[in-house]
Nanobody
Framework: QVQLVESGGGLVQPGGSLRLSCAASGFIFSYYAMNWYRQAPGKERELVAAIGSAGGSTNYAESVQGRFTISRDNGKNTVYLQMNSLKPEDTAVYYC???????WGQGTQVTVSS
């Protein structure tokens, strides 16, 4: 059974940083790509960042390019999202997901506000 547990969210001021983590279990983590998504109130869930199974290939939404960095540690079955220069429009619930499987985690709330 695929399980995904996100953590690391919180309240941060504009310009600040946060590092999100997603612990995965129930599948061979190193075999699969992983994605980070976010959903802001009243908006559809959107893909923020993606990383290949070995970590060598990454892609980002234009809105976060240059500010966010996705990475993974296959030895710890964990994918990360380093978020720098945060803006109020980054406020959302952030989710990780393996695109191969339908399961979602519970998400972690990120609020950017002064």
């Amino acid at each position: 059974q695929v399980q995904l547990v996100e953590s690391g969210g919180g309240l941060v001021q504009p310009g600040g940083s946060l590092r999100l983590s997603c612990a995965a279990s129930g599948f061979i983590f190193s075999y699969y790509a992983m994605n980070w998504y976010r959903q802001a109130p009243g908006k559809e869930r959107e893909l923020v960042a993606a990383i290949g199974s070995a970590g060598g290939s990454t892609n980002y939404a234009e809105s976060v390019q240059g500010r966010f960095t996705i990475s993974r540690d296959n030895g710890k079955n964990t994918v990360y999202l380093q978020m720098n220069s945060l803006k109020p429009e980054d406020t959302a619930v952030y989710y990780c997901k393996c695109p191969t499987f339908p399961s979602w985690g519970q998400g972690t709330q990120v609020t950017v506000s002064s």
